[in-house]
């Protein structure tokens, strides 16, 4: 038999609860862990922009005295605490999150637009409400929930944990090449799921940064940049983006039948054209921007490396195209392995 129901519940109708004493947001199933400054003000961006959030759970129990009915949370403590206190000009939206409403107070957020606090008090938020639900089946339920959770790799702990300038970047650039990734063949669509394609940005970006460096790197350099982010995300993206389109420049839609759909080679690829137009930090070649008229003769050159992947080329291979094809079979992630394979590409490229 069922023994809770889902609804959907405004910011305002908690501000109400929590106003008028029937909100408890401290009862004894509660983790005590406080979230960031960063980690506020991401859920508050999340909220503005009207996109959804995760359900609350609150335990619905009746007081016999005052015969008022009291709404104990049960998971979801962090996300109403953190809403509360913005609602209560607690603190302000970063503006590293949000441009327009970051730096502003919630009762200033009128400033700039009229209709934004209404928005806020309606958003609606996924509730199940379990109502006299004694402790033990309380615990039960979450008990069964976390059953069936699929245990996090690496990059969902990134963004489970990071809220940074860094952190959203590298998550809308992602996502706004899904199609690019999954119709070259780059990543598969279960590997999009699990955020491979997040984490093949990110890598990227930090090669944009910092210089190429091992795929190890890309946990230590979140927890960095989740401090301290100088470069302006709008320059990486666009950047980013120009490198894209000139992958699509000289492939069009034949990546996906080449060796450069291997996302260790792709990285590469990205690397030495990005090189060539901006320069990489680690990076010992001459920076010589592309004129898009030459991209035939650079696709043309590129030809070559699956001419050096093929079976029967080994034994009349270079010995730099030897060691490219060496560096693309083992420790592919490597700094020093990255760093040959870019510079071979663009003395391949420039030659």
């Known amino acids: 038999m069922?023994?809770?129901?889902?609804?959907?519940?405004?910011?305002n109708d908690y501000l109400e609860w929590s106003n008028n004493n029937q909100l408890e947001l401290n009862p004894k199933f509660q983790r005590r862990s406080v979230w960031t400054d960063t980690a506020r003000s991401f859920l508050m961006d999340t909220i503005i922009r009207g996109k959804p959030i995760p359900k609350v759970f609150i335990r619905q129990k009746l007081n016999i005295q005052t015969r008022q009915s009291i709404r104990e949370v049960v998971d979801g403590q962090q996300r109403l605490r953190t809403i509360l206190s913005f609602l209560r000009d607690g603190f302000v939206i970063s503006k590293k999150h949000h441009p327009l409403y970051g730096g502003?107070?919630?009762?200033?957020?009128?400033?700039?637009?009229p209709d934004i606090q209404g928005f806020l008090l309606n958003y609606e938020l996924s509730t199940d409400l379990l109502v006299n639900m004694p402790?033990?089946?309380v615990l039960d339920i979450f008990s069964r929930l976390n059953s069936y959770s699929v245990t996090l790799n690496d990059q969902e702990k990134l963004n489970a944990n990071h809220f940074g300038p860094f952190k959203t970047l590298a998550d809308r650039v992602a996502?706004?090449?899904h199609e690019f990734w999954i119709r070259n063949k780059i990543l598969t669509d279960a590997e999009v799921l699990r955020m491979g394609d997040v984490t093949l940005t990110a890598d990227l970006l930090i090669a944009m940064i910092e210089g190429i460096k091992s795929k190890k790197q890309i946990k230590p350099y979140y927890a960095t940049f989740e401090k301290s982010f100088d470069p302006l995300p709008e320059v990486l993206e666009e950047d980013f983006v120009t490198t894209i389109d000139t992958i699509k420049g000289l492939f069009g839609s034949d990546l996906r039948s080449t060796e450069f759909r291997r996302i260790h080679i792709f990285y590469s690829l990205f690397t030495a054209l990005y090189h060539l137009q901006h320069g990489l930090r680690n990076i010992n070649r001459p920076v010589v921007p592309i004129d898009p008229h030459d991209y035939p003769k650079i696709a043309s050159k590129l030809e070559r490396i699956n001419i050096i992947f093929s079976e029967d080329a080994s034994t009349q291979l270079k010995a730099s195209e030897a060691e490219f094809l060496e560096d693309s079979r083992r420790a592919t992630t490597d700094t020093t392995v990255r760093t040959r394979r870019t510079e071979f590409l663009i003395d391949l490229i420039l030659s």
Not at 105 to 112: E, K, N, P
């Open 2 to 11: 069922k023994n809770f129901d889902s609804r959907t519940y405004s910011i």
């Open 104 to 113: 502003l107070y919630f009762s200033q957020l009128d400033r700039v637009d």
């Open 135 to 137: 402790d033990a089946e």
């Open 175 to 177: 996502h706004q090449f």
